[in-house]
T-cell receptor, first 108, second 117 residues
Framework: GQQVMQIPQYQHVQEGEDFTTYCNSS?????IQWYKQRPGGHPVFLIQ?????EVKKQKRLTFQFGEAKKNSSLHITATQTTDVGTYFC????????FGTGTRLKVLA | DTGVSQNPRHKITKRGQNVTFRCDPI?????LYWYRQTLGQGPEFLTY????????KSRLLSDRFSAERPKGSFSTLEIQRTEQGDSAMYLC???????????????FGQGTRLTVV
């Protein structure tokens, strides 16, 4: 199946700083999904990107899908403590394959 | 509550015992998935159903694991002769399978945390 690599694995930021996580695939993806898992919680769907070069925004979160549909990024502007959690990308196949994710810690 | 429901939320069992978990997906969802997640790792795919048919099972899944979805609604995951290495969070998810190349979003349950002592 299609595997995606996510970097970084961990990120500690001061509250108010920006944060970006990257998802990379060696093969072209039909779509990509992003999920967030709070500590002690379960993954929750954030967004799906389908089109080449697509950019979607949700308040302080900006999601991009690369032109070649092989990579994606999630950028959070001015992080808040509520952003703490692990962010996973999924390669958009029928069985939702997740990588290790990027664990974000926000220091107040 | 119309979300994905999992029972029990926690299970402590002695090594060698059998355990069974239940998942009730969102009612109109035809696809149901089981995952295992250990600390610091992403959810690891175990198996997947479309309606009552089990379409795929991970090669990582030993013969001690079995899952069913008898009427295409709820599903059970049974682990026989549990081992300490089975200790993990077991997550269930459901989605609507369209049959096309683009997947829809998965809705996860709260999970069942298994501790084997």
């Amino acid at each position: 199946g299609q595997q995606v690599m996510q970097i970084p694995q961990y990120q500690h930021v001061q509250e108010g700083e920006d944060f970006t996580t990257y998802c990379n695939s060696s093969t072209t993806l039909s779509n990509i999904q992003w999920y967030k898992q709070r500590p002690g919680g379960h993954p929750v769907f954030l967004i799906q990107l389908v089109k080449s070069g697509e950019v979607k925004k949700q308040k302080r979160l900006t999601f991009q899908f690369g032109e070649a549909k092989k990579n994606s990024s999630l950028h959070i502007t001015a992080t808040q403590t509520t952003d703490v959690g692990t962010y996973f990308c999924d390669s958009g196949t029928y069985k939702y394959i997740f990588g290790t994710g990027t664990r974000l810690k926000v220091l107040a | 509550d119309t979300g994905v429901s999992q029972n029990p939320r926690h299970k402590i069992t002695k090594r060698g015992q059998n355990v069974t978990f239940r998942c009730d997906p969102i009612s109109e969802h035809n696809r149901l998935y089981w995952y295992r997640q250990t600390l610091g790792q992403g959810p690891e795919f175990l198996t997947y159903f479309q309606n009552e048919a089990q379409l795929e099972k991970s090669r990582l899944l030993s013969d001690r694991f079995s899952a069913e979805r008898p009427k295409g609604s709820f599903s059970t995951l049974e682990i026989q002769r549990t081992e300490q290495g089975d200790s993990a969070m077991y997550l269930c998810a459901s989605s609507i399978g369209t049959g096309g190349g683009v997947n829809t979003e998965a809705f996860f349950g709260q999970g069942t945390r298994l501790t084997v002592v």
